[in-house]
């Protein structure tokens, strides 16, 4: 339930953290106070009763990971995901480190009327992604396809079982989510099958059906990315026919 968000957990994240996290970027967070955040709000519906996104759903699983290995998730997704894939332009720097060495695209978030250069620590978000990963478009379009090829999994039914696709609804098209993928329907019947995320940042990874497209992209401000999504979708539907 809570790969597929459908606990009823609480989202630990909220307008009034987002403007926090850009006044003090440097603020190491740690996993008690992501669980403290959610645990002071109701739940969303009983679990297993509906569909809600919550980041929090992902932190309670990184302690799932650690409590079962003995490593931290970071470990162990350099180990079980990176390594495996040579996914060598993507790391997950460890908390306190804003080092951010190479040529990285900046990232803007609005604060006070004004956009500002955001660096926040890697600790903010932790497993449920924001500022916890450092990648490449190319990087994510590697892992989405090994990942849909079930590379990933020691058994073919573990893949089986993440593409089992129930309802769900959100903007941008969010008509399904499996464990942890999504499904979106766009205009002219074209259907994406992957995942979008973002803090300040906005990046996205999703294979295009029917074409059979992957289709990496990555914002440097966390804001729509359908004006850049859908002309691409068009044109590759056109070259299709």
Known sequence: MPLGHRAGIPDW???GIDEYVARHQAKVWSVEEFVDLAAAKPPV???GTGFSYSNTDYTLLSLVIERITGQSWRHEVARRVLRPLHLTQTNVPAPGDRS???????????????????????????????YALV?????????????????LFRHRAAL????????AQGEGGLVGYG???????????AELIGHLGGAVYRSYAGRLHPTGVTIALALNVEDDPTPLLLPTVKALQATHR
């Open 100 to 130: 951010m060495n190479g040529p990285l695209a900046h990232g803007y978030v609005g604060l006070d009327g004004r956009l500002v250069d955001a660096n926040l620590d890697p600790s903010f978000a932790g497993a449920a992604g924001g």
């Open 179 to 189: 464990l942890g993928i999504e499904r979106r329907a766009l205009h002219g019947g």
């Open 160 to 167: 089986r079982q993440m593409l089992a696709i129930g309802p």
């Open 13 to 15: 994240d909220s307008p």
């Open 135 to 151: 990648t490449t478009v190319q990087d994510l379009a590697r892992f989405l396809d090994a990942l849909l090829a079930g590379r």
């Open 45 to 47: 519906f009983a679990p």
